[in-house]
Structures are given as C-alpha cells and as structure tokens.
C-alpha cells in the first residue's frame, strides 16, 4: 500500500457553527500503495506520487530495496485542487519486518485524522501472482473490505498494455483481479511515470489520467456522502 492522497473533493454541505474552522486543512485523500497509497515494493507508488503532483517530491530509488521506509506526506495542488498526498511503505517490503510495516500503515490513518476520503491501491501491469494477491489479503486484515469503498486501483508501467488496450480490458482478463476491480466499484486507471508523460495519444497520456483519476475520487466521495475512512473502521476492522 502506498501513498495518501489527502483532497477537498467533497460537495458543498452548510458548515456546523458548533465544528473548529477547517479552513486551513486540505481534503485527504489517501492512497494504499492513494487519497493514500497502497501497494507492493516495487510497484511504482513514490514515482506516481511525482507524476500526480508533476514534480520530483518523493524519493524513487531504482534498487529491490523499498525507499519509503516511513510514510511521507506532502500537499501540492493538482488541476486547482489542493491534495496532500501520503507515500507509505509497501506491503510486503523488502527491508521492514510485516508487522512494523502493518504498525505504520496503522500509524498512518490515526495521525490522518479524521480520516482519508480515497485510497489508491497501485500495482503494476503483470501477471496477478500469489504475492500480488497475499498484497491485498494483507490490505484487507489492515483495514477490513470497507477500504474497497473508498479504494481506486492505480496500475503502473502502462506501455506494457498492448496496442489499443484499455486498462480495464486487460484487468478482467484474470479472474481474481476482476472480482477485486468489482469490490472497488470497477474504478481504475492506469499511468506510466516513464514514457507517457510527454504522449500525444488521448489515452495513454499522464495527464489525461490524471484528470480522470481527480474525476472518479470526486465520485467515490460523491458516493459515499462525503464520508471518509475512520479511526472508527480501522479499529474495528477483522481478518478476512
């Protein structure tokens, strides 16, 4: 799991007298791997975090070794909205013991309170293996399937697609990941933080998917009446 995106996405509601000003805090989105990140070593969630935000924030490292060894938030604007993003480590890291990496994953919502309005789940374009798999189980333990609620499944390295292939297309060609697509309400996008950053194609272009990803995390808040993932939920979250 992997960054937290952390983004005023929700629609105009009449503010409590009785509530502290909130003027100063930015909506949060956060991503597992999104909105707060959430993903696998690996799996490509530091460089989406630059390509969200458009410029080199977060530490890549190009070794098997996870750099995001704690979680980093940061806060940018992208397309006018102001997001705070939050890059965790990866489930399963090479180099954190799983339950140091579970604790901080944890950690991490508590100190986003009152809680992220999305989550991003990032994977990368291959096979959908055993791990990639013990990835999610390990999610759902962390957080309960109530995450999927809130969850949009980002795929990297999209010049593996075939020509023309969309994103989805792919996905439900592997049974399991179809049925995880369908758990998230089939939300998904895919980019790639290497070769389409500059890409005339309508499709495969990063800021095209960008635009469409800040359009389907104002849904998925739309949807769920401008609630976010709670303390609440995390405590009370069971094994699956």
């Not at 009449?14 to 690996?42: C, M, V, Y």
């Not at 980093?72 to 990866?90: A, C, H």
Request: with cysteine.
């Amino acid at each position: 799991m992997h960054p937290y995106l952390n983004q005023q996405l929700q629609p105009p509601t009449t503010p409590d007298p009785e509530a502290p000003s909130q003027n100063n805090t930015p909506p949060e989105i956060q991503t597992l791997g999104g909105s707060r990140h959430l993903g696998k070593t690996g799996s490509g969630k530091s460089s989406l975090g630059n390509t969200l935000f458009g410029e080199n924030t977060f530490t890549v490292g190009h070794t098997p070794y996870s750099e995001t060894k704690l979680c980093q938030s940061e806060t940018g604007v992208i397309n006018g909205r102001k997001i705070r993003l939050v890059d965790t480590p990866g489930v399963f890291d090479t180099d954190n013991d799983n339950d140091e990496t579970k604790a901080r994953l944890m950690r991490s919502i508590v100190e986003c309170a009152p809680g992220p309005h999305a989550f991003l789940l990032v994977m990368k374009i291959d096979r959908y293996t055993t791990q990639e798999k013990m990835v999610v189980e390990q999610i759902l333990k962390t957080f309960s399937e109530e995450v999927l609620r809130f969850t949009t499944i980002i795929f990297t390295r999209g010049d593996d697609l075939q020509d023309s292939e969309k994103i989805k297309d792919w996905a439900n060609q592997n049974e399991d990941l179809r049925v995880l697509l369908q758990k998230c309400g089939g939300r998904c996008h895919v980019f790639d933080n290497k070769y389409w950053n500059n890409s005339q194609d309508p499709y495969r272009n990063n800021t095209v998917q960008v635009t469409e990803l800040l359009e389907t995390i104002g849904r998925t808040v739309e949807e769920n009446g401008g609630t976010f993932y709670t303390n609440e939920m995390l405590e009370t979250s069971r094994p699956i």
